[in-house]
């Protein structure tokens, strides 16, 4: 007999989580971009270093976060979106959950 964990639900527990994931993926994906071409050019890079001391840097990534929210008709639709916000609420009141339940 086999058991499972969210039932019915898998399925949205696993859409939830996959977009909640291409969430976090957004700001990876940007600052890896500004290390790879920092890096090419031998420019200073570095979350922990400022602006000032690394202007490439993170205009790399307000560029590269600029240029992934004007893909005009790929961009995601309004229902999507809805979606996915929906999933950032739902992991949120998740970790509520798991931090009142933990003490």
Do not use: Q
């Amino acid at each position: 007999m086999t058991t499972r964990a969210a039932g019915e639900f898998a399925f949205a527990a696993f859409a939830l989580g996959i977009v909640g994931t291409g969430l976090l993926a957004v700001p990876v994906l940007a600052s890896s971009a500004a290390y790879a071409v920092c890096e090419l050019y031998g420019w200073k890079a570095g979350l922990s270093r400022g602006f000032n001391d690394a202007k490439g840097f993170y205009l790399i990534i307000v560029a590269a976060t600029g240029i992934g929210t004007l893909m005009g008709h790929y961009t995601i639709s309004l229902r999507h979106r809805w979606f996915g916000w929906a999933a950032t609420a739902v992991m949120a009141v998740a970790v509520l959950v798991m931090l009142v339940t933990g003490f």
